[in-house]
């Protein structure tokens, strides 16, 4: 068994895990639903939307140099990462120069990809996550397992126990509203004393140099304006244009991740404190990272950079709602990861990511920058053919059934024994295990076929 | 007028199933149409193409696209099916200047068999009655590529004594997903075991859809769990053919 299947089959047999993915996910989906519903015309929206950001990657080079010139001159500093490594390094030296020994982060999945939360541990930097769910990951020294719900594979009721077990002064009632009261005493008096602020960036505005984020808790505001210095670390594909551009995409994102109209907190941070402000940090630094992207775009993957990271997907994923995230093994997890995920990390140890589809479609549909996931996956599968990575078992069936499908009168002969010696196998029409088919038979029956093919039937019946 | 259509029968129909190409020719007939088989024909190609095996769809689309572009339409009693030549064949032959205009052709002229009689004919079974209650799963590439949602849902509803149960979730794929099913038996397993559910809960005699291999999913694991739902192609209860042998029936 492979990694991803020794994973799904655990994921498989934890029910707790299901019921955790199913109230999230559910309650997602028939929120996007009502949300989708009162929109005027979302299907028009979902196509602006598209065109926004494929006009912003088709012209990456000149809004990113745009945004960097206003984020120089709002006061910002700004730094270019190629790599994963590179962005770490960055973020690292900045928060010695600062003389950081705590720094406050706000949920960012960017972070998560460059696996900054292990080299701020390797420099002896301390780290506190201020989102509620990503505060939970962190007690529990766990991955996150969706991108806007870190915690999904959680119930509240794990949810509760753990904060019992870490928590210095734990709620006592078990109630949704104690338990947060408890986090926010946890996690309150060390977001304030923290050096540093990381986050991630939602927007990127190119003509004003802002960075926005979303949050529904506040924590990256109180996370990011108190420390001396905010440090943002963002994909380079994050950039639109101007704030109306900004302001269209924010009303997609909101409702297709949770169906709400907008988030609680939306905030665009332009530059470092100024002269005249009574609070916000002395510094503001904004790591433009690339990791990949660029060759993405080169590669047949520029569709993929329109992902605006809203979770819809998954949420909407027949496979995720059974395995979660955790079973995909990568950053991100769903259709969008498994189209991400080995351009990031290679496609040879994740070629399971791209064949665990139906290629239902359901993904696209729901896609608020729609995305042809489906069809990035088929590119990604053709790949995994080319190259040799797909079973020999598979290879060889398939070769053979295309070959005796190839030759029409043959096919006719081999089919028909096929299915006498079917036939021999079915009782009272049903067939319950089928040699070299166990995968299907296992789980369920397969219908005896009729005594001749249709061919043989309609050749009988009529002259063609 | 009549008008003359070569039917693809698909391979999994050919071989499992006869009965639901045969009562695609009864409701064509019905509708006025005059039914070619195509001689030529095996598999459309759409376990290579979605296995990533691009050399072996192409030659399969080449055979069956000289197969079938003689005739003025082709009706397929699959969406799925339908959807890899409609959809899928042009891409394939993006770069291949003498083939793409040939797969645009035979994709133009290429309808799922309901979306067909329903969208082009306008055509409804007359006379036809079955007394029974029925629920309609949507399959997933005759939905989302092919736009099949009220075609058979208007010819079902002309057939006499038929009531049709909404199933909770009808849009939701089954876990078939063709070599998906046995590549990750498991995660289908525990896909159409949900599905499985939510047909029972609908109280309905009979599961519908338009897809054989869906149906086959479906069916094979409502045998399993002990239901008493029986499953039908839509296209038969169409035809006038729902009174016979359902799927795992077979004599």
Known sequence: ?464 | MTQQVALFVTCLVDLMRPRIGFAAIRALEAAGCDVIVPQGQTCCGQPALNSGDRDHAAALAKQTIAALEPYAAIIVPSGSCAGTIRCHYPEIFADDAQWLPRAQAVAAKTHEVMAYLDDVLGWKPDGVSLDATATYHDSCSGLRELGIKAQPRRLLKAVDGLKLAPLAGEETCCGFGGTFCVKYPAISNAIVGEKANAIDATGADLLLAGDLGCLMNMAGKLHRDGSTVRAFHAIELIAGMGDGPAIGEEP
């Not at chain 1, 492979?2 to 989906?29: I, M, N, P, Q």
């Open chain 1, 1 to 464: 068994m492979s990694g991803f299947d020794t994973r799904a089959a655990a994921a498989l047999a934890d029910s707790t895990l299901k019921t955790a993915v199913e109230r999230t996910a559910g309650t997602a989906e028939a929120k996007r639903t009502l949300a989708v519903a009162a929109f005027p015309d979302f299907e028009a929206a979902r196509t602006r939307a598209a065109a926004i950001k494929d006009h912003v990657i088709a012209h990456l080079g000149h809004y990113l140099e745009q945004f960097e010139a206003n984020a120089i001159a709002a006061g910002a500093q700004v730094h270019w990462a190629a790599t994963a490594d590179e962005a770490c390094r960055i973020v690292v030296d900045i928060c010695r120069k600062a003389n950081a020994k705590n720094v406050a982060r706000s949920k960012s999945m960017l972070g998560e990809e460059i696996g900054l939360q292990h080299a701020l541990a390797e420099a002896g930097i301390g780290r506190i996550e201020t989102d509620l769910a990503e505060h939970i990951i962190q007690l529990a020294d766990e991955r996150p397992s969706h991108i806007i719900w870190p915690a999904m594979h959680k119930t509240r009721e794990q949810v509760s126990a753990l904060f019992k077990a870490k928590h210095r002064t734990p709620h006592e009632e078990d109630s949704i509203a104690a338990m947060a009261e408890s986090a926010r005493r946890e996690l309150r008096e060390q977001m304030l004393g923290a050096d540093v602020g990381i986050s991630g960036a939602n927007f990127l505005i190119a003509d004003t140099g802002a960075v926005c984020t979303v949050t529904n808790e506040g924590n990256a505001e109180l996370s990011l304006v108190p420390p001396r210095v905010h440090i943002v670390t963002a994909g380079i594909e994050k950039i639109v244009p101007s704030m109306p551009h900004a302001v269209h995409m924010l009303r997609m994102l909101a409702r297709s991740a949770t169906g709400a109209a907008l988030t609680q907190y939306t905030t665009f941070y332009t530059g470092p404190k100024r002269a005249h402000d009574r609070d916000g940090p002395e510094e503001m630094h904004i790591v433009l990272v690339d990791n990949g992207r660029t060759n993405m775009r080169e590669e047949g993957l520029a569709d993929m950079l329109r992902c605006i990271r809203c979770g819809a997907c998954m949420n909407h994923c027949v496979v995720f709602r059974q395995i979660g995230g955790h079973a995909y093994g990568g950053t991100y997890p769903g259709p969008m990861g498994a189209v991400l995920t080995p351009a990031l990390d290679g496609l040879a140890p994740n070629r399971d990511l791209v064949q665990a589809c139906t290629l239902n479609g359901k993904c696209q549909e729901v896609c608020p920058v729609r995305i042809p996931l489906p069809t990035l996956l088929k590119g990604w599968r053709e790949k995994s053919w080319r190259e040799g990575l797909e079973p020999t078992s598979m290879r060889m069936g398939l070769g053979l059934w295309a070959w005796v499908a190839r030759r029409p009168a043959l096919y006719r002969l081999a089919t028909g024994l096929a299915l006498r010696a079917m036939r021999l196998l079915g009782r009272r029409g049903w067939i319950e295990t089928l040699p070299l088919a166990g995968g299907w038979t296992r789980h369920r029956a397969m219908p005896r076929p009729a005594a001749s093919s249709f061919m043989a039937q309609y050749r009988k019946e009529r002259r063609p």
